[in-house]
T-cell receptor, first 116, second 113 residues
């Protein structure tokens, strides 16, 4: 069964500093990987996704993520965080089973705190 | 025009009551889901429907009964509510023909007293 591990429950970063959120997945085939962000009291918004091709993917709000098959990782990065980036971040893995509706498996999330 | 909308956004009720949450999507997607987010923010799939047909039914008490009258709607009815049912319930949709990117509603926060 597929699984996702986000090893950091909380991360605190100063405004303007760079950010990296870690994500490791377990999946037998080529995974489809996603990062979502959840602001307080809101639903989940897709930041970026990886299906195939270039292993460095760009997303919204200045985020990017790199797929590393050898490390089973899909870490999220941002060169300079803003106070508005404070939120919960979820990594997720999915599969395409050609007609199924399997949904996504989510990690437990990383809570990002931005210090002024 | 909200893509995936859920009602109500907040629900406070007593133990033992029955309640429903409604979800509608206007994205033309074939598949809809219910996810439960617990107090620690963990998201777990409960059900998925594809064109009104139940596809996934995770280990969820049978007090929870989803109903899909058409592929744009997926409702969740909960009988005999318990304290442990308190959570945020998210509706989501996706296209079947694809790797399953989900579009989420804003969530329905259920509090059972």
């Amino acid at each position: 069964a597929q699984s996702v591990t986000q090893p950091d429950i909380h991360i605190t970063v100063s405004e303007g500093a760079s950010l990296e959120l870690r994500c490791n997945y377990s999946y037998g085939a080529t995974p489809y990987l996603f990062w979502y962000v959840q602001s307080p009291g809101q639903g989940l918004q897709l930041l970026l996704k990886y299906f195939s091709g270039d292993t460095l993917v760009q997303g919204i709000k200045g985020f990017e993520a790199e797929f590393k098959r050898s490390q089973s990782s899909f870490n999220l990065r941002k060169p300079s965080v803003h106070w508005s980036d404070a939120a919960e971040y979820f990594c997720a893995v999915g599969q395409y089973s050609g007609g199924g509706a399997d949904g996504l498996t989510f990690g437990k999330g990383t809570h990002l705190i931005i210090q002024p | 025009d909200t893509a995936v909308s859920q009602t109500p956004k907040y629900l406070v009720t007593q133990m033992g009551n029955d309640k429903s949450i409604k979800c509608e999507q206007n994205l033309g997607h074939d598949t809809m889901y219910w996810y439960k987010q617990d107090s620690k923010k963990f998201l777990k799939i409960m059900f998925s429907y594809n064109n009104k047909e139940l596809i996934i039914n995770e280990t969820v008490p049978n007090r929870f009964s989803p109903k899909s009258p058409d592929k744009a709607h997926l409702n969740l009815h909960i009988n005999s509510l318990e304290l442990g049912d308190s959570a945020v319930y998210f509706c989501a949709s996706s296209q079947v023909e694809g790797p399953g990117e989900l579009f989420f509603g804003e969530g329905s926060r259920l509090t059972v007293l």
